[in-house]
């Protein structure tokens, strides 16, 4: 009972130390507040009200009275580069690098933000420069980022391999999948000069890294058949559909037209018929339509679309029963056809678009690497309106 009676007692003491703790807080924070320039407050309410200009102005006047305000110096120069005005930010962060007073830890955070102002600046050999400096120090795994984007704008794919290679020992996370992408792009390179010998070996590289990866897979194929091996070339593109069915429609020409080399087109029909049950494209429509209707007649053509038209109803398969129907269309019915016919096509041609799913990026082609936002395997291999009406 005494010992509960002391512990009831003691409340008020740890209360009271507790009251005069926080007393000398808050007069450490007003006080350390008060240190502060007028202007940084006004500097911060300018971001804050999204006003970057007069935020500037405010913090150039800070740097102005008090030109050791290295924190100062970094929010201008931020402020510098993501308004595009790069000289500034250089000469803001060069300023910094040129004091000799400056603490090591400000001096590689001054050298890292000097390094991206060259990057933004489109001064690759600057950057890579500042970069290669930094890779065993704080700012080694940003350092290393931006390596590897320096090495993918340049298009030195056997350096950004090795950039990747060494961002992923260094614990950043996997980049299996970009290391698949550059060996796809040297492979590419070697089948555009002619050297299918050399690609090979490339795309075993870039499967070993990522073994569903449907680039390398198809490029093995290209690769064979640049060879004179048609029918390796079809057995390697068929893996397509094992990895992904909706990627079939990207090499579904390639498949068609090495089934009529090899004589057998009726064959290469039914397998692309089959995957087009599995997964309804447009550009595979596209290739089988042309296929029956070579093979099979108007008829058989114009069923075809239509079957997939009520399947998946987009403007894009309307546009394609169309010119089926023109094709054999009772003569005073060809006028209204057309014009109809011509009405869709024009509108679809907005449509017929692939999109990247990370930053939107629209394309009249299909990319392996947006170019807008620069990343890796982000475009669905279906056009934007198949997307919609699947959603």
Known sequence: MEFELWWLLGIPVFFGLGWVAARVDIRQLVSESRTLPRGYFKGLNFLLNEQPDKAIDAFIEIVRMDPETADMHFALGNLFRRRGETERAIRVHQNLLSRPDLPQEQKEHAQYELGMDYLKAGLLDRAEETFNAMVSGQYAVQARRALLEIFQREKEWPRAIEAAIGLQE????????????????????????????????????????????????????????????????????????????????????????????????????????????????????????????????????????????????????????????????????????????NLVHGYTQKLARYQCSHCGFKARQFYWQCPGCSRWETYPPRRTEELNVMN
Request: charged letters at 25%; aromatic letters at 4%.
């Open 170 to 341: 260094s614990g950043a996370g996997s980049r299996q999948k970009e290391i698949a992408q550059f060996y796809c792009e040297l492979a590419q390179d070697a089948l555009v000069h002619m050297h299918p010998e050399q690609a090979l070996p490339l795309l075993d590289k870039s499967l070993h890294a990522d073994r569903v990866n449907v680039r390398a897979t198809m490029l093995s194929g290209d690769a064979q058949l640049a060879q004179g091996d048609v029918e390796g070339a079809l057995l390697t593109w068929r893996r397509v559909e094992q990895i992904s069915v909706p990627h079939t429609a990207l090499v579904a020409q390639r498949m068609m037209d090495a089934y009529r080399k090899v004589g057998r087109p009726q064959e290469g029909v039914n397998l692309l018929k089959s995957y087009l049950e599995q997964a309804s494209s447009i550009d595979l429509i596209e290739v089988v339509y042309k296929a029956v209707l070579e093979l099979d007649g108007v008829d058989a053509a114009k069923q075809l679309v239509s079957n997939e038209l009520r399947r998946t109803p987009t403007l894009l398969g309307l546009d394609k029963l169309l010119e089926a129907r023109l094709m054999d269309a009772p003569a005073n019915l060809v006028p209204e056809l057309s014009m109809v016919k």
